[in-house]
């Protein structure tokens, strides 16, 4: 097939699917005309850095040659006519980057006198609000709307916010002018009227034989319009286009802009390129089976059979593989991207993970691959920095100095376990004991208040405690720089360069190793704070820190090219699918492809939709904008595009667990028809130096070994223990038994004596019991993640039913209350959020049911709080909480009754041995109760969510300790007055030891420290 691209006599539509060659035909064609010194062609690339790359491929084909191509964006052309042609005093505006002109539209709301309808009030000032106006502002232009057309369009349908978003147009543009600045959209509105001059048109058509326009479908219907302009029928447009990976309609794109090229270019020839050269048919029959789903283009049939019925080429597969959770998931992820590299020889650089929401995926998947010594590279912008762990005591310092330096108790203990801190749990509980031994008023005071008072420096520290005083006085500094109205800036460089974290991490990043990629990444996310603190336009002060910790936290800063073009290749790229456009790995893992992210149908505009915008020949009009359906089809075609860009091997991954609908695979996996495999486990592999040591010592220790074997694992890991770098950094210091766990003596044999009575709750000990490993982690250690939706639901649930129980909310009121809440759960999607409401509803109905049937009972109140003290195996435990619910029966006997949100419900086996239950009886016998009874009646489980068949939640009954003191025949448990104090007397035996072991079991599925865990992963921990 000839080349459609070179000597067109009119206009051409290239119809190609991903791999097709459009590209390569575009550089041949370009660089054949450079050589043979032919009028130039221009080439007009969607983004600045796809310009760029395609000038140098031209270049390259063309070999050395003195001729420039003309490769630049749409608005790199409007800039140059607006430069070139305008009159001298509009020649060179400033142009407003998207965050600048956010940034103005803010300001500019907060005084306008636009008419606003008074229900936006509480909008005006927000930034989402300004986001919605811009992106309204831009959709007026691209359909050459003015002010007064949108005014028209709502005040004709009586929508009078869009009225006054005509307006506002009216007073930005008027600004704007003043100023002497555009923004993109009137860039090219200008352009536009620029070449309906006299003298312009002929000028710049005089210049070029040929338009090539690569990434048609990506244009709006501005920019449609500027190339219809400016070539006419007299240049030769050629149009590249792959309609099934048009991604970017919610930026403006046309949503039918084959048709378009079709109807404004007569007699258009329509070429189909059949064969995707880079790809595998395996990989092409399932984007193929993807997009079939999708709406056809608008061409004829045979050139649309012929675009969908690409054949592939080259060699590679195509795997769908789903996982029980995350830490599954990025574990295998790393192990597979290490074995394509060592064992296919596969560049890093030559590999990329894509996902659908950088914001929430990114993160944790950078983070995981990271700590598995995976070389990763992220755009700077595409992690929020917020979500940094090397920012977030940054921001926590600048926000307490903003507040006067007094930290609360969590922020204390969150800055001190940081880098910035440098302390560990255990080293802060230390710190504790040593301000209560020098304070006897503080006996029996939580560390965390202790360490927060020391931090404000309204508390002595003691002697021993240097680096709190340091950490302290460092706070003081900043809180001092605040009060001197210094900007954000100043007092981050205060916090940062006053600890030795720094030196730490430099010194972690030269030595190399695993401990190096998380130094490197620390570092990067810590310049890129200081850049953006450089940036910022907010003032100094108190305001200042609080306008720079809302923009860190909203990341106000779109794509930026340069920290884009700053990554280098060397590292498997990890970035969101919307950033692939244009570019092919050997290998590419399409991961977490899960249900309520992928696809996201959330409406980006929920005051201004700018896709209601239209205008028909009858003139600007408000439609309905886009359906459910648009976005699935556009969140298909995302797809679509993420899967195209592997040219080898494609992998798509997704977390296949059992609660709630975030943990289910898209529909999408389904729809590539690729049968998915289930893995549980990651494939054995010793790809790592970290592998092969932790192999080499379980062989060493494994009783079940040969003895020869034995020996040989200890003298290989003998010889890794002793060897070092150029500069004497032990390359494997985990070879070393010195650093093994369970080989050395502890430090101390004796756990650290706790004083006074233990202090327990009914879910600390049901914990403790449960597994001490966890219990350690998420409640001393406070290592658990983020609280998940499932947990923030089910305090909500919980809230609402308290409030119904106690008479505070009549049942007609509840669904009103639910969704005073509801708008601030933040939930990834808003059919799960619909979904889930529907869930919270039926969980709350389910209660107003069971209540209703409880009207009888003479409720003594709703989290009711106790404090009871007993005795176990003679020692004093105090038993503290609160009950979800304390009725009173007839005789005088107290029941409990503990709600629960989750979804699946154990047996009445488990319900009567469950104790937590069984320590609110406990605590009833007690006296914990003491105004209300001091005889237990029994306890039950009622599950909201969980339906008996018949309205109500299910419910199990726990007897009463004097129906059943005792469970078992277990002397040990018989040795006590009843199965609770046995209970009881066991929690307390894990804390005077000190051990936390981990104690695997079912609960492990919803566990928050899982990934860490050795009980799950089967790892040697160093
Ligand atoms: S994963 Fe299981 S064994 Fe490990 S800490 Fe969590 S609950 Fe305990």
Wanted: aromatic content about 4%; hydrophobic content about 45%; proline content about 7%.
């Amino acid at each position: 097939m000839s080349n459609p691209m070179v000597q067109p006599t009119g206009p051409v539509l290239v119809l190609g699917a991903a791999g097709t060659g459009k590209t390569t035909l575009l550089v041949e064609a370009v660089a054949g005309r450079i050589r043979a010194a032919e009028r130039p062609a221009l080439v007009l690339a969607l983004t600045r850095q796809a310009a760029s790359e395609l000038r140098d491929r031209i270049v390259r084909a063309a070999g050395r040659t003195t001729l420039a191509p003309q490769v630049m964006t749409v608005h790199a052309l409007c800039l140059t006519l607006v430069a070139r042609f305008a009159a001298p005093d509009d020649a060179g505006p400033g142009l407003l980057t998207a965050p600048e002109q956010e940034f103005r539209i803010r300001e500019l709301l907060r005084s306008s006198p636009a008419p606003w309808p008074a229900e936006l009030d509480a909008a005006l000032g927000t930034r989402a609000f300004a986001q919605q106006v811009r992106a309204v502002l831009a959709r007026a232009r691209q359909l050459g709307l003015d002010p007064e057309d949108l005014s028209g369009a709502g005040a004709a349908s009586g929508e009078f916010g869009w009225a006054a978003v005509g307006a506002f147009m009216g007073e930005y543009l008027d600004v704007l002018d003043a100023e002497g600045v555009i923004d993109y959209a009137e860039l090219v509105h200008r352009a536009r009227l620029l070449l309906e001059q006299e003298g312009v048109l002929e000028a710049v058509r005089a210049e070029y034989a040929v338009v090539l326009v690569d990434d048609w479908c990506e244009l709006d219907a501005a920019q449609i319009g500027l190339v219809r302009a400016l070539a006419g029928d007299a240049v030769p447009v050629v149009a590249l286009a792959d309609p099934d990976t048009a991604i970017y309609r919610f930026r403006g794109a046309h949503p039918r802009a084959t048709a378009e090229f079709v109807r404004l270019f007569p007699g258009a020839r329509v070429v189909t390129l059949p064969h995707a050269h880079r790809q595998p048919p395996a990989q092409v029959a399932a984007c193929t089976a993807v997009a079939r789903r999708l709406g056809a283009p608008a061409v004829e049939r045979e050139a649309l059979a012929a675009y969908r019925g690409v054949t592939g080429g080259g060699a590679g597969r195509v795997e769908v593989r789903t996982f029980p959770d995350e830490a599954t998931h990025a574990r295998h992820l790393a192990a597979e991207l290490r074995a394509a590299h060592l064992d296919d020889q596969v560049p890093w650089g030559d590999m990329a993970v894509l996902v659908r929401a950088g914001r929430t995926q990114l993160p944790p998947l950078a983070r995981a691959l990271i700590d598995a010594g995976i070389p990763v590279e992220v755009a700077g912008d595409e992690i929020g920095l917020a979500s940094e762990l090397a920012v977030r005591p940054l921001l926590l310092g600048l926000e307490v100095a903003g507040a006067g330096g007094q930290p609360d108790g969590d922020q204390a203990t969150r800055l001190l376990l940081s880098g910035w801190g440098g302390y560990d749990a255990v080293g802060l509980r230390a710190v504790g004991r040593r301000l209560r031994a020098a304070d006897p008023a503080a006996a029996g005071a939580p560390t965390e208040t202790l360490v927060a008072e020391a931090l404000a420096g309204v508390r002595a520290v003691p002697e021993a405690d240097e680096e709190l005083a340091a950490r302290r006085d460092l706070l003081a500094r900043a809180t001092a720089l605040v009060a001197r109205e210094q900007r954000p800036e100043a007092v981050l460089w205060e916090l940062w360069s006053g600890t030795g974290w720094p030196e730490r991490l430099r010194a972690d990043a030269v030595r190399g190793g695993d401990a190096s990629a998380r130094a490197h990444h620390d570092l990067d996310a810590v310049c890129a704070l200081f850049d953006l603190a450089r940036t910022s336009q907010g003032p100094g002060g108190q305001p200042g820190v609080s306008w720079f910790a809302a923009e860190v936290a909203q990341q106000q800063i779109p794509a930026d090219s340069q920290r884009e073009s700053a990554v280098g290749g060397r590292g498997v790229r990890l970035l969101t699918a919307h950033r692939a456009k244009g570019r092919h790995w050997s290998l590419v893992v399409v991961a977490g492809v899960q249900e309520g992210i992928w696809p996201d149908v959330r409406r980006r505009g929920s005051v201004f939709d700018p896709q209601r915008l239209g205008a028909s020949e009858a003139g600007p009009e408000l439609a309905l904008g886009l359906t459910t359906r648009d976005l699935v089809a556009t969140e298909r075609r995302l797809f679509l595009l993420a899967c195209s860009r592997a040219e080898g091997r494609l992998i798509v991954t997704a977390v296949e667990g059992t609660e709630g609908e975030e943990d289910r695979p898209s529909r999408f996996l389904a729809e590539l028809g690729v049968p998915p495999r289930h893995l549980v486990s990651t494939p054995p592999a010793l790809h790592t130096l970290r592998q092969l040591v932790a192999e080499l010592r379980r062989t060493a220790q494994d009783d079940a070994a040969s003895p020869a074997l034995r020996e040989a694992a200890a003298a290989r890991l003998a010889v890794l223990a002793d060897a070092t770098d150029d500069e004497g950094f032990a390359l494997a210091p985990d070879a070393d038994p010195a650093r093994w766990w369970g080989v050395h003596e502890p430090t101390s044999t004796v756990a650290p004596a706790r004083e006074g009575p233990i202090r327990l709750s009914p879910s600390q000990v049901e914990s403790l019991l449960t597994c001490p490993r966890k219990y350690f982690l998420s409640r001393e250690a406070r290592a658990e993640p983020p609280r998940e939706i499932r947990t923030i639901l089910g305090s909500v649930i919980h809230a609402v039913a308290e409030r119904a129980a106690s008479g505070e909310l009549a049942p007609d009121d509840v669904a009103a209350a639910l969704d005073a809440v509801w708008a601030s759960i933040p939930f990834p999607a808003a059919w799960l959020s619909a979904s889930e409401r529907a869930e919270a509803d039926a969980a709350v109905r389910r209660f107003l049911n069971w209540q209703a049937g409880h009207d009888h009972a003479d409720l003594v109140g709703v989290e009711v709080p106790f404090s009871a003290d007993v005795t176990v195996n003679g020692r004093p435990v105090q038993l503290v909480g609160a009950v979800d619910r304390l009725e009173r029966r007839s005789d005088g006997a107290l029941k409990v009754v503990d709600f629960k949100t989750g979804r699946s419900a154990p047996t009445q086996k488990a319900a009567e041995v469950t104790p937590q239950i069984g320590v609110y009886q406990l605590a009833i016998e007690a006296g914990g109760f003491r105004d209300a009874g001091t005889t237990s009646a029994g306890a039950s489980l009622v599950y909201l969510r969980v339906e008996d068949g018949e309205g109500w939640p299910k419910e199990f009954r726990q007897p009463s300790l004097t129906e059943k003191p005792h469970l078992t025949d277990d002397p040990e448990e018989l040795a006590h007055p009843t199965w609770v104090h046995h209970q009881v007397a066991r929690a307390c035996a894990v804390l005077e030891a000190g051990r936390f072991d981990a104690q695997a079991g079912e609960h492990c599925t919803y566990c928050p420290v899982r990934s860490s865990c050795p009980a799950r992963s089967g790892q040697v921990i160093a």
